[in-house]
């Protein structure tokens, strides 16, 4: 289990709605609720917060907006809470529910492949790769297959370690049901995860191989380090060139990269970052991100690649922030 502190940093949050906020603590003040012991609580599970909502959605962009209606909400109870860690789960929880039961009916409708919004940082963010362990992009595509109940039980008793009890009273369902939830979530997840383990090192190490054999045009090299059986996905949303259908085989997948490469991208730039706490790379053109790609390894092969083009999903991964140029 990890610890419940999960996402980004709160001070990188706390600035993105200071109208709204400014009338919640008036409101909190004219309740007569001492707003410093609020605050102090919210920022203490801040991160966890950001952690459900980006595993029910697979968005940064959501996931950030609903830690702020959650802060408006909690800013405004009038009750006594005895739990506020579980309040503001609970709250977070059910806003995600709806969201997501929305968001649904919009991904049916979805051009090419749907993948997750990637969460991007530099290769030595140790403290934001403590993220990764638990929300690869793979497993994020994995949770997609669940029902939005099973993905929330999924993820608060899998993730976050809390217990069916608990879970049972943020849902607002009997605990024998939420069990029930719990265990087809995680049959299925066991069922579908490919269990991408290799060592961090490894990971790179092969990484950067794939990317220099991919620069030089070197199919051969490029074969040896693709498995067999390897898929690429490529999210474009309909809006920029992308393959809408995954791609499978490593000759398909090698050559299919290729002609990626060939392509004449103005100002091209590549570098290494964190995807989702897993090596991967960062693809500029005129200094604005054009594709994130995310490689699971496994055997010291790459087994998986994911490609996130669709530039609806990148609004938040700014280059200039990243170290390592």
């Not at 099973?150 to 993820?155: G, K």
């Not at 054009?290 to 055997?299: G, K, M, Q, Y």
Request: proline share 5%; with cysteine.
């Amino acid at each position: 289990m990890i610890d419940r502190q999960d996402g980004p940093d709160p001070q990188d949050l706390a600035g993105q709605d200071v109208a709204r906020q400014d009338v919640a603590r008036q409101d909190v003040a004219r309740q007569g609720l001492d707003a410093s012991e609020r605050a102090a609580a919210f920022s203490e599970h801040r991160r966890m917060l950001f952690g459900i909502a980006y595993r029910m959605l697979g968005s940064v962009a959501d996931a950030e907006d609903l830690v702020q209606d959650t802060w408006i909400s909690w800013s405004q109870a009038t009750a006594q809470v005895a739990n506020p860690g579980g309040y503001l789960a609970r709250t977070v929880t059910n806003l995600s529910l709806n969201r997501l039961r929305s968001a649904v009916v919009q991904r049916e409708a979805y051009v090419g492949p749907w993948l997750p919004e990637p969460l991007v940082t530099a290769p030595d963010a140790s403290a934001d790769a403590e993220l990764a362990e638990a929300v690869s992009l793979a497993m994020l595509v994995v949770l997609e297959s669940l029902s939005p109940l099973e993905r929330a039980v999924f993820v608060l008793k899998e993730v976050f370690a809390f217990s069916y009890k608990e879970i049972a009273e943020v849902l607002e369902r009997g605990e024998a049901a939420v069990r029930q939830l719990g265990s087809r979530a995680r049959a299925h997840v066991q069922a579908r995860d490919a269990r991408y383990d290799a060592p961090a090192e490894t990971r790179r190490q092969v990484t950067d191989e794939f990317l220099a054999a991919c620069v030089g045009g070197d199919l051969n090299r490029m074969l040896e380090l693709l498995a067999p059986d390897v898929t690429a996905w490529t999210d474009g949303g309909g809006k920029v060139r992308a393959a809408l259908r995954p791609v499978h085989g490593a000759d398909n997948v090698a050559r299919f990269i290729l002609g990626i490469m060939a392509r004449r991208i103005p100002d091209f730039g590549v570098r290494a970052v964190l995807v989702n706490g897993q090596p991967g790379l960062l693809v500029t053109s005129e200094g604005r991100t054009d594709t994130v790609a995310c490689f699971e390894v496994a055997d010291d092969r790459v087994a998986a690649i994911h490609l996130v083009r669709n530039p609806d999903k990148l609004t938040h991964v700014r280059p200039a922030d990243l170290a390592g140029d």
